[in-house]
């Protein structure tokens, strides 16, 4: 299953009532964050794209930065389970809202930011921050 949606806008502009819960501190479930899913959509044009891949489950984050460097939109491309999906649509409203920490445990913020995940499906997460690590890497970097 792959989650393709184009909308224009990051999520600030177009905030859903599960973003506005995770932006007050109530964490959005994972049928929510899939359901209300703003950032799945094409990554033509992105500054940068990172990828990862385990066990037949890939996921795609591209982020286009502004003048600054900034992240000023994210989206992202994924196969399989709805846990991956929703860590990937949190991933990318985090980057756009300029909330992930630079040094900071971005699996561990992932997990922290998505409710109702099977424990079994927890390492999704990695996954993600894998890709999202990828893409938000410097000019020059190895991808």
């Given at each position: 299953m792959t989650l393709h949606l184009e909308v224009d806008g990051p999520l600030r502009d177009l905030p859903t009532s599960s973003a506005r819960r995770h932006?007050?501190?109530?964490?959005?479930?994972?049928?929510?964050?899939?359901?209300?899913?703003?950032?799945?959509?094409?990554?033509?044009?992105?500054?940068?794209?990172?990828?990862?891949?385990t066990d037949g489950r890939i996921v795609r984050v591209g982020v286009w930065r502004g003048p600054s460097g900034a992240?000023?939109?994210?989206?992202?491309?994924?196969?399989?389970?709805?846990s991956l999906l929703a860590y990937a649509?949190?991933?990318?409203?985090?980057?756009?809202?300029?909330?992930?920490?630079?040094?900071?445990?971005?699996?561990?913020?992932?997990?922290?930011?998505?409710a109702g995940v099977h424990p079994a499906h927890l390492r999704r997460a990695d996954l993600v921050a894998?890709?999202?690590?990828?893409?938000?890497?410097?000019?020059?970097?190895p991808p």
């Open positions: 932006l007050s501190g109530v964490l959005p479930k994972v049928s929510e964050l899939v359901e209300g899913a703003r950032h799945g959509g094409p990554l033509t044009g992105a500054s940068r794209v990172g990828e990862a891949a992240v000023v939109r994210a989206r992202f491309l994924a196969s399989s389970c709805a649509e949190a991933a990318c409203r985090l980057a756009e809202a300029d909330r992930l920490a630079p040094a900071g445990d971005l699996p561990a913020l992932l997990r922290a930011s998505v894998a890709a999202l690590t990828r893409a938000l890497a410097l000019e020059g970097d």
